[in-house]
């Protein structure tokens, strides 16, 4: 079964600093992953996906994130933290193999807060 | 273009009571999630549908929840009777895996706002 980790609750950084949010993940073959973000009372909105090739993927407002095969990790980063990006981050799995759709699985989520 | 919409975007009820959630997917979505998501048990897929057929309801928690989606363009989620453990946020997503370009086959899901339930 697919499985998602997100070690950190949560993280707290200075605005203008530099961030990692990290995921594992744990699923047998070529897997689709995702990063969303929820603002406070939002849904959760896209901010990147990796399904095939160049495994440094990017994405909305700045983010990117890195698909790495041999540590079953997407970690997503942003070189420069504002204080809008303060809310909580998901990483998903979802099936690369089977046809159909299917649902995604979701981290727990981690926490970000930005201090000036 | 119209997202995922979701009704009521609260709702505060008391233990007993029915409690009816909805959602419209978007429009050529086929395939629609309802997912609940609680400070300890983050979120967890209740049910899902592909062309309006449910394909997996083992996250439902028990027989007071159930889904429906009696056409392409409407669910609901239903609990009957609430519970407090009930409250929580419930998402519905949908997607479109089936059809379009290859970023879209990729089964990204697009959520609505949520509906948060509280049951006293």
């Known amino acids: 079964a697919q499985s998602v980790t997100q070690p950190d609750i949560h993280i707290t950084v200075s605005e203008g600093a530099s961030l990692e949010l990290r995921c594992n993940y744990s699923y047998g073959a070529t897997p689709y992953l995702f990063w969303y973000v929820q603002s406070p009372g939002q849904g959760l909105q896209l901010l990147l996906k990796?399904?095939?090739?160049?495994?440094l993927v990017q994405g909305i407002k700045g983010f990117e994130a890195e698909f790495k095969r041999s540590q079953s990790s997407f970690n997503l980063r942003k070189p420069s933290v504002h204080w809008s990006d303060a809310a909580e981050y998901f990483c998903?799995?979802?099936?690369?193999?089977?046809?159909?759709?299917?649902?995604?699985?979701f981290g727990k989520g981690t926490r970000l807060s930005v201090i000036a | 273009d119209a997202g995922v919409i979701q009704s009521p975007r609260h709702e505060v009820t008391e233990m007993g009571q029915e409690v009816t959630l909805r959602c419209k997917p978007i429009?050529?979505?086929?395939?629609l999630f309802w997912y609940r998501q609680t400070m300890m048990r983050g979120l967890e897929l209740l049910i899902y549908f592909n062309n309006n057929v449910p394909i997996d309801d083992s996250g439902m928690p028990e027989d007071r929840f159930s889904a429906k989606m009696p056409n392409a363009s409407f669910s609901t989620l239903k609990i009957q009777p609430s519970e407090p453990r009930d409250s929580a946020v419930y998402f519905c997503?949908?997607?479109?895996?089936?059809?379009?370009?290859?970023?879209?086959?990729?089964?990204?899901?697009?959520f609505g706002e949520g509906s948060r339930l509280t049951v006293l």
């Open positions: 998903a799995v979802g099936d690369g193999v089977r046809s159909g759709n299917t649902p995604l699985v």
């Open positions: 990796y399904f095939s090739g160049d495994t």
């Open positions: 997503a949908s997607s479109s895996r089936t059809s379009g370009s290859l970023s879209v086959k990729t089964g990204e899901l697009f």
């Open positions: 429009s050529g979505h086929n395939s």
